[in-house]
């Protein structure tokens, strides 16, 4: 069954304390990993899209790697803006657009 | 930049009430998708249209029924509204090309009392 396991569910940070948020999958066929940034309240925002393994994405202070199993999300010198819940979502060959949602990582950064 | 609305961000109905929500795109995406979101649960979907007037069941379609006349317009029914629908309804669309991030609206809490 493919699955997305995010960890940790929540992560307390320091602002300009750097750290990483995982996704873990199994999917029978890999298409894409996406990754998304919801606020309270709000509709997921959508950041990034991985497709292969070793592919890195960076956006501001943002970057998303991709292994063959897992995916991660650096967050380097966090400010407490990007405080929000981090969602992660796979998308398996031939599902006809459907993705599988992970349950997110709510982060926060203290000032 | 691609945009998804929903009818109400807010909404409150009764116990046995029909409810209808209402999404609508602006990008010309052949997909569009339901979800709710409950604590501790995820997003979990509820159904998806891949073409107009075509539906797919979700992973949770009971009590639910879709309406895909127009290419830009996803409709959600709640026949008999019950308690235990009570939750955030998030609509999302995707272009089926070569991409298919999707992209969401800013969600409707229903509460049924």
């Known amino acids: 069954e493919d699955q997305v396991t995010q960890s940790p569910e929540a992560l307390r940070l320091q602002e300009g304390e750097s750290s990483s948020l995982n996704c873990s999958y199994t999917?029978?066929?890999?298409?894409?990993l996406f990754w998304y940034r919801q606020d309270p309240g709000k509709g997921p925002e959508f950041l990034f899209t991985?497709?292969?393994a070793g592919e890195e994405k960076e956006k501001e202070r943002l970057k998303a790697t991709l292994t063959k199993k897992e995916s991660f999300l650096h967050i380097t010198a966090p400010k407490p803006e990007d405080s929000a819940t981090y969602l992660c979502?796979?998308?398996?060959?031939?599902?006809?657009?459907?993705?599988?949602f992970g349950k997110g990582t709510k982060l926060s950064v203290k000032p | 930049d691609v945009k998804v609305t929903q009818s109400s961000r807010y909404l409150v109905k009764r116990t046995g009430e029909k409810v209808f929500l209402e999404c609508v795109q602006d990008?010309?995406?052949?997909?569009m998708f339901w979800y709710r979101q409950d604590p501790g649960l995820g997003l979990r979907l509820i159904y998806f249209?891949?073409?107009?007037?075509?539906?797919e069941k979700g992973d949770i379609p009971e009590g639910y029924s879709v309406s895909r006349e127009k290419k830009e317009r996803f409709s959600l029914i709640l026949e008999s509204a019950s308690t235990n629908q009570t939750s955030m309804y998030l609509c999302?669309?995707?272009?089926?090309?070569?991409?298919?991030?999707?992209?969401f609206g800013p969600g409707t809490r229903l509460t049924v009392t």
């Open positions: 999302a669309s995707s272009t089926g090309g070569s991409s298919y991030e999707q992209y």
């Open positions: 999917v029978s066929g890999l298409r894409g």
């Open positions: 991985l497709y292969s």
């Open positions: 979502a796979v998308q398996a060959w031939g599902s006809q657009g459907n993705l599988i």
């Open positions: 990008m010309d995406h052949e997909n």
């Open positions: 249209s891949y073409d107009v007037k075509m539906k």
